[in-house]
């Protein structure tokens, strides 16, 4: 059974950091296809950051130079290191896995794994 738990979030002020950690249970990080997503109080949920079975990542536009997406196959754990978090940043974060080889799953939201999210609140 494939599980995923994050951890990591708190409250920090505009321009702090955090690390969220995502565990993987149930499979090998390095298989899949995982992304970092986050849902703000009503808004759509937003795809963050992702890394492909080729270590390939990439950002959206309001988070490029601030988070770098990682992981650690050793400890089968993905990781997002936010840097100069901004009060728009606020929003509980979401780490995903997908294992189909068409990356647009992973890309769009549509993983089929997800895990239970973990709030962050940057206050100014």
């Known amino acids: 059974q494939v599980q995923l738990v994050e951890s990591g979030g708190g409250s920090v002020q505009a321009g702090g950091s955090l690390r969220l950690s995502c565990a993987a249970f149930g499979y090998t990080v390095s298989y899949a296809c995982m992304g970092w997503f986050r849902q703000a109080p009503g808004k759509e949920r937003e795809g963050v950051a992702y890394?492909?079975?080729?270590?390939?990542?990439s950002y959206a536009d309001s988070v490029k130079g601030r988070f770098t997406i990682s992981r650690d196959n050793a400890k089968n754990t993905l990781y997002l290191q936010m840097n100069s978090l901004k009060p728009e940043d606020t929003a509980m974060y979401y780490c995903?896995?997908?294992?189909?080889?068409?990356?647009?799953?992973?890309?769009?939201?549509?993983?089929?794994?997800w895990g239970q999210g973990t709030q962050v609140t940057v206050s100014s």
């Open positions: 890394i492909d079975s080729n270590d390939s990542t």
């Open positions: 995903a896995a997908d294992f189909r080889r068409d990356y647009a799953y992973c890309y769009t939201g549509r993983a089929r794994y």
